[in-house]
C-alpha cells in the first residue's frame, strides 16, 4: 500500500509541475495551433485581464471534443479577446454557426482581426448582451430541430448553476456543454474563506463554483467528466 501512495504523491507532483506542462506545450500544442491563434494568444497575454483567456492546451481538447462530435451549431456565453471562439470556429465546418454571448464587444473586437485573418467571421453571431436574457430570447426563438451541439461557458461564475438550467433547455440530448474554472485556482479544496492574496473575484466566488461541482455532481440530467487542465474544465453530456 505504501508504494500505491509514493506513486500517487509521484503523479500529483507531475500535475503541478511547471516543467511538465511546458513539455506538453512545446510537444504537443504549439505545433499544431494555428497561426491566428498563436497572434491572438500573444495579443491577449498584452491585455491588463490577459490571464482570463482560456489556455492553449485547453483550447486544443475543445477543439479535438467539436471535431469528434462533428458539431455543427454551438452556444459560447464569455468571449472576451476570443481565443475560445477563434478555437471553436476552426474545429467547425464551413456552413456551422457560432452564437457567442458577451456583454463587452470591445473585447472581442481585439480578437476579431485574427478571426477575419482566418477567415471564419462568417461562422459567428456575436451578441453584445448579458448571458440570461440572450439566453431567454434563445429558449423562445430557437426551435427543437435546431437546438445547440456544444456549448461552452466561461462567465461570471456565481450565475454557472443559473446558466445551467437554461442551457439543458438549448443543447441537445447528447450534446455537451463545458464548464471553465472549474477548479478555481485551486479553491474549491479550501475550506472556509479564501487569503486575501487571492484576486478579489476569487474570493468572491469561491463558493458559488464550490456549490456549482456540487450540483452537478447530482444532477441526473447528465454524464460528467471534469478535467484538470487550465482552470479545471467540466464536461457535461446532456442525457435527457
Sequence with gaps: MSGVKNLNNVEMNLLRSDALYEYILKTNVFPR???QLKELREATKKHPMGLLAVRPDE???LSFILKTMNAKRTLEIGVF????LLTTALALPDDAKITAIDMNKSYYEIGLPFIKKAEVE???NF???KAHPALDKLIQEVK???????AFVDADKNNYIHY???LLKLVKVGG???YDNTLWMGTVVIEGPVDSNYPNNVRLWKDDVVKFNQSLAVDQRIDISQVVIGDGLTLCRRIY
Design 59 to 61: 483550447g486544443q481538447l
Design 176 to 178: 455537451i456543454i463545458a
Design 33 to 35: 495551433e494555428h497561426e
Design 164 to 166: 445551467h438550467e437554461k
Design 144 to 150: 427543437e430541430d435546431e437546438l445547440f451541439d456544444f
Design 122 to 124: 462568417h461562422k459567428i
Design 81 to 84: 479577446t476570443g481565443y475560445s
Design 127 to 129: 451578441i453584445e448582451s
